[in-house]
């Protein structure tokens, strides 16, 4: 059974910084692909970032680079999403999940591709 739970989500001021993490259990995480997605109400789910290995691999969203950021702590089978400067627009549900190794020719901002969800953590942003 494999589990991700993320946290760090809630209320925020626009302009702050804040660090989502996504806890993996489960598998092998230092060869697990973890994802990150948003959704908005109404709204497909939508792909943020993506990493694999140590983190030398990795794929961002072109809308959110120079904002977000992704990383990795194996030793404590984490995954981070660095958000800066987050804007009211950056309101919605955050979701990590987990596939297996890094394949290059799979296309990872696809959700479909990901096995394991995790329940998400809420992203509010006042003005």
């Known amino acids: 059974q494999v589990t991700l739970v993320e946290s760090g989500g809630g209320l925020v001021q626009a302009g702050a910084s804040l660090r989502l993490s996504c806890a993996v259990s489960?598998?092998?995480?230092?060869?697990?692909?973890i994802g990150w997605f948003r959704q908005a109400p109404g709204k497909e789910r939508e792909f943020v970032a993506a990493?694999?290995?140590?983190?030398?691999?990795?794929e961002l969203s072109e809308s959110v680079a120079g904002q977000i950021t992704i990383s990795r702590d194996n030793a404590k089978n984490t995954v981070f999403l660095q958000m800066n400067s987050v804007k009211p627009e950056d309101t919605t549900v955050y979701y990590c999940?987990?596939?297996?190794?890094?394949?290059?020719?799979?296309?990872?901002?696809?959700?479909?591709?990901?096995?394991?969800w995790g329940q998400g953590t809420q992203l509010a942003v006042s003005s």
């Open positions: 999940a987990g596939r297996g190794e890094w394949d290059s020719g799979t296309d990872h901002t696809l959700t479909s591709v990901y096995e394991y």
């Open positions: 489960g598998r092998t995480f230092a060869t697990s692909v």
């Open positions: 990493v694999w290995g140590n983190g030398n691999i990795l």
